[in-house]
Nanobody
Framework: HVQLVESGGGSVLPGGSLRLSCVVSGSFVRRYCMAWFRQAPGKEREGVAVISTGGGSTYYADSVKGRYTISQDNAQNTLLLRMNSLKPEDTAMYYC???????????????????????WSQGTQVTVS
């Protein structure tokens, strides 16, 4: 049974930095396509960063490109998100998610679609103000 346990959220001033961690249990992080999503009040859940199976490629939403870095630590079985130059509009609940790459739609945009992901963390709040 795959579980994702997230930590690292909090409050920070604009321009500050935070790091989120997501520990995978019940399987191996390198087996999955992994992603970070966020959801602000009244808005849809949006994908912000994706790392391909094994960590070979990364993809970012335009809104975070150049400020966020997704990575994975295979030894610790952990997905990471480093967030720099944070803005008030980055305020949201953040979630990590995982999907077996064989189950992903072949569309390039699928990796940013919440409907594609099977496993989810409990979420952690990030507040920038």
């Amino acid at each position: 049974h795959v579980q994702l346990v997230e930590s690292g959220g909090g409050s920070v001033l604009p321009g500050g930095s935070l790091r989120l961690s997501c520990v995978v249990s019940g399987s191996f992080v390198r087996r999955y396509c992994m992603a970070w999503f966020r959801q602000a009040p009244g808005k849809e859940r949006e994908g912000v960063a994706v790392i391909s199976t094994g960590g070979g490629s990364t993809y970012y939403a335009d809104s975070v490109k150049g400020r966020y870095t997704i990575s994975q630590d295979n030894a610790q079985n952990t997905l990471l998100l480093r967030m720099n130059s944070l803005k008030p509009e980055d305020t949201a609940m953040y979630y990590c998610a995982a999907v077996d790459p064989l189950l992903l739609s072949p569309l390039a945009s699928a990796v940013f679609s919440a409907d594609e992901y099977k496993y989810w963390s409990q979420g952690t709040q990030v507040t920038v103000s």
